[in-house]
């Protein structure tokens, strides 16, 4: 019991000593001061004095400087190989709204022409690829660009889906 009173009392001793300037907080005229002085790096000085004249100072605006380290050759060369590849490709993946798959025909030219006389702002278009013959809508190099119209297309036509394709390029 007594160690514990010593201990207390030792602790209140310690907590009450404050110190006598307060280096951060509040101070009793109720504006807070902080002092980092002791935080900042020491300032260096330099021994050597730069000479400097007004003319190395002043540009000229018009003058052309020849850039030393660039990678412009290098660029042009891979930009133009891309372009190369990019001639070559007759098509792009993107996507289309599929209306109609099935067998007959007849079918497929009856949900065309519905499909023109619904949507007529849409082209439309029939394939055949054996057996199955399909009613396709709509070239889109996005997902989020056919959602649009795949929207409209389901209200007339519920079977609709949206199915990645192959768009050529002209």
Known sequence: ????????LLVLVAWSCKP????????????????????????????????????????DPKAYVEPQHTVNKQ????????????LTRKFVEGYTIQVYLGMKREDALNVKKQLTISLPQLESELQYQQPNYRVKTGKYFTR?????????????????????DKIAIN
């Open 75 to 86: 660029l042009d060369t891979v930009l133009d190989s891309i372009d190369r590849i990019n």
């Open 144 to 164: 989020l660009e056919a959602e649009k119209d795949y929207e409209q297309v389901r209200q007339y036509f519920q079977a609709a889906i949206l199915v990645p």
């Open 1 to 8: 019991m007594r160690i514990r009173s010593v201990l207390l």
């Open 20 to 59: 006598t300037q307060p280096t951060t907080g509040v101070q009793q005229d109720g504006k807070y001061s902080e002092d980092l002085s002791g935080l900042r790096p020491p300032v260096v000085e330099s021994t050597e004095t730069a000479v400097v004249t007004p003319d190395k100072n002043k540009r």
